[in-house]
């Protein structure tokens, strides 16, 4: 019996507005418990939400990102159960009037194209964080992450492998990078993603019974986890058994996947539109302003650059991976260098450069005007590609004019063919030995002229211009 | 002259003048309280350190002109649903017994910053769900008139308390009818305003789409003073809205007929003498939706109620139960000990009509009726400047004669519910006594945004009548 996967995905994206959704305590990740919150984000007897509209726009724009239709008029409900880390008792999320619907993401797997459809993306509240101390026997809460701004983006069961759902994922997290609307760091929560997953027999149009599979970390866990619970389904379904509608906790530890037969298995919520919070709307001169504001994503900028630019798709991937850097080298081309040489060199000299000296795209000090004068300067001769990394090295930080850079520390290549002929002349004189041994066929010896004529121009010539004259030296 | 004669402004007015002085009339106040407190059970907290502290500031502020409100130096009591930082806040609910809220709720910050001197908590139905101010866990209210009645809810304790002389003026909360019924109990006026008029950050929600601070005082105009200082949009209230001024002027007046049993027999004759008086064209017309407007009225309450009250759950704040193995269970315990029988009916009711398989059928359509009420009532405003009609129909019950029929108890709210529905300012005057000697009130109700419009006529009765100045001590109090 062929089995045929099929997996749909609730994320979880943290907004990163400064404030909270309905009040104005700090979004900060990292602060001590409970020094993050208020009456409005605490529930307290007569504190009421008010909308951060921030929070809308940022929607609004992931919204239009994934190719959703967005509501002009947007509304809130309540959505209604009980848990320590609830406070209100209900969370403020949209259930009937979303922000976005019917959109969709196109992923690339093994080169092939596809697009998953986007069910819905809505906006709501988060809840607070319930720490387990083992060893006192307690459970604390901590209410600094309660109502911290979320999107929550349903796609439709469109996935077949979990190598489409990894994809999916890093697209997704790029736009929302582009978008600057969130950091999508896994680790910090800021991106959580759960799966829902049943098998039907291959061919069928039918959806099977599926499960939800929470608490994924990583994307290694999601990959992980599709693969632990399709065998167990598939083990379940062909010895004859039922596949259980359930949530399940996923165990990173154990590598498998636990039934949490507890509290959400059916919840009847009770949803009711949120008495507290006005309708939003938004009109046709701010849905033209927000689709403005959309820059050229990610992976619409891979392909252009692959298609226009002629790059390979790995340096694509690699220059798109931060907006910050693809603008970097947008700039630079825009400075008159080649796309393959601009290319080159940020892959070489600028990357490096930001590792050594733990920087990231958004802070770079080097312009990428002066960058393009070093390559410029190079293409004419004036650096030889050795001196010209030592350039970059000694501006990176401060962007001093390169030109004035190389010639106050001499960095520059010594053009003057006299200079480099009275050089070589000069080494060979000191070296009559070697020069006879070369010449009765020591071969190797070339290289060690070389390497004493470059010391003696103190590394500023050109290379082939030593070489070129050596020769000329020593076997004309 | 005893202080306690004068109206709100009046002793606003004398304050200013010198006649008397704020610290005065708050010792005058708080000896009312000594001595009444036991008997009517108005307050549950009495602030008389705070009060004299304050009354003494803002006595040196008036004379040195820097507080001009007419209000400056009035003491005044707010019901135990409004947050008042530091002050303990209960709702008359075992639940918040020992609340203390860390911030004040904003109407009640204007007051204050205006110059009120707060004298203390006043006592309410549990949550303010009642009509009768008997379900507190503090015990009930009793009417100043007659202490063998209720002084009906569930502001109970703040019309008593005007009522009895022990403030010039209270604020209140009403959902549907909460300031306007025991105003009409206690032979005082209480005012709700237009929904979204006066914030309702830090009023403990009961029902959101409904609850409105009002005014209890003993006259028209003091009710306007009070909801002029108390109003205004708040940032930190998405509800809360400006209004635009709509005519004041009234030439023609609707009369609605009864509900469920028609109103105390004098009491719409009496209104349309008066009014003929006033060469305003009175009209008898007819609220067709009136009965659905109750059923919808309770079904929504109830249901933005079950939710709201879901934050009572022992974990942060409020009551928590003893015993509880898990969080679940912990939540249950202190939910069932901590609230009231009528609370607990009200919150499965709310559970009950927004539960899956019964959203459609009585949520979904109880908002429709909302909305043809709303509707119904904007065709009435075309033709009529204003709507008068009952508060209740009777006057006060005893007490204990309704907690056991809670039906008969929701159903006399049918005059009331209809102008929170549609978010209407309406005013409840006393307007004479039933057969048992109880007061009465008459109800005026106009469209949105008409608040001057409705005080302004009730104004205008005040002074072709004096229902309004009789007190009961005058009339020998005690059953």
Known sequence: ?476 | MDLRKLTALELGRAIKEGCCTAAEATVLALDTIREKNEENNAFITVLEERAMTRAKEVQKKIEHGELTSPLAGVPFGVKDNICTKDILTTCGSKMLSDFVPPYTATAIEKLEAAGGILLGKLNMDEFAMGSTSETSCFGPVRNPWDLSRVSGGSSGGAAAAVAAGECWYAVGTDTGGSVRQPAACCGVTGMKPSYGKVSRYGLIAYASSFDQIGSIARSAEDCAAVLKEMEGKDERDATSRRWESVSADVNQVGLLAGCFGKAEGGLMERAKIVLSSCEIAVKETEMPLMEEALAAYYIIAAAEASSNLSRYDGVKFGYRADMGRNPAQLMALSRTEGFGTEVKRRILMGTFVLSDGYYDAYYKKAMAVREGVKRKLTELFVQYDLLLLPVTVTGAPKLGESLTRPLDMYRSDCFTVMANLAGLPAVSIPWGFDCSGMPVGLQIMGPVGSDDRVLGLASQLQKLTDWHKRRPDERGGEA
């Open chain 1, 1 to 476: 019996m062929e089995w045929e996967v099929v997996i749909g995905l609730e994320t979880h994206v943290e907004l990163a507005t400064r404030t909270k959704v309905f009040c104005a305590c700090s979004t900060r990740f990292g602060a001590e418990p409970n020094t993050q919150c208020c009456p409005v984000c605490t529930g307290m007897p007569g504190a009421l939400p008010v909308l951060n509209r921030k929070v809308m726009e940022y929607s609004a724009r992931a919204a239009l990102a994934l190719n959703c239709k967005v509501t002009k008029v947007s509304r809130f409900d309540r959505k209604n159960y009980f848990y320590p880390d609830l406070p209100k008792g209900y969370q403020i999320s949209q259930l009937y009037l979303p922000v976005g619907r019917e959109g969709w993401l196109p992923i690339e797997v093994n080169g092939r194209e596809k697009r998953i459809g986007i069910h819905e993306l809505h906006m709501e509240e988060d809840a607070g964080k319930l720490i387990h101390d083992e060893e006192m026997g307690v459970t604390r809460i901590d209410y600094n992450r309660c109502g911290v701004p979320l999107i929550e983006i349903v796609t439709e069961p469109d996935f077949r492998s979990s190598d489409e759902v990894i994809a999916y994922l890093e697209r997704l997290r790029l736009v929302m990078l582009y978008l600057g609307v969130s950091d999508c760091k896994m680790q910090e929560g800021s991106l959580r993603c759960d799966v829902n997953l049943s098998l039907r027999p291959k061919g069928s149009g039918k959806l099977g019974t599926r499960t939800e599979m929470k608490n994924l970390g990583s994307f290694r866990a999601v990959a992980r986890a599709i693969a632990y619970e399709a065998e167990r389904q598939r083990r379940l379904l062909e010895s004859g058994g039922v596949v259980i509608q359930e949530t399940r906790r996923w165990d990173e530890e154990k590598n498998e996947s636990l039934s949490m037969r507890t509290k959400e298995n059916t919840n009847d919520y009770r949803y009711f539109p949120e008495p507290d919070l006005p309708a939003v709307k938004l009109t046709k001169e701010d849905l033209k302003t927000l689709q403005a504001s959309i820059p050229e994503l990610a992976h619409e900028k891979e392909s252009r650059y692959c298609r226009e630019l002629g790059l390979s798709k790995q340096d694509s991937v690699l220059l798109t991976e931060r907006r910050a850097l693809a603008a970097y080298y947008e700039k630079l081309l825009s400075q008159g260098v080649s796309p393959k040489e601009g290319a080159n060199w940020i892959m070489t000299d600028l990357l490096r450069l930001m590792k050594e000296h733990s920087q990231e795209p958004e802070q770079l000090r080097l312009s990428p005007e002066h960058l393009a004068q070093v390559i410029a300067m190079t293409a004419e001769g004036r650096l030889n590609r050795g001196k010209a990394s030592e350039v970059l090295a000694g501006i990176f930080l401060t962007d001093e004019d390169p030109a004035e850079y190389a010639a106050c520390h001499g960095l520059e290549q010594i053009r003057d063919s006299a200079l480099v002929t009275e050089a070589v002349r000069t080494v060979l004189g000191d070296l009559p030995e070697q020069v006879a041994q070369y010449r009765a066929g020591k071969e190797k010896l070339f290289g060690f002229f070389v390497g004493r004529c470059m010391r003696a121009l103190k590394g500023k010539a050109d290379p082939k211009t030593v070489n070129q004259e050596l020769r000329r030296q020593l076997d004309g």
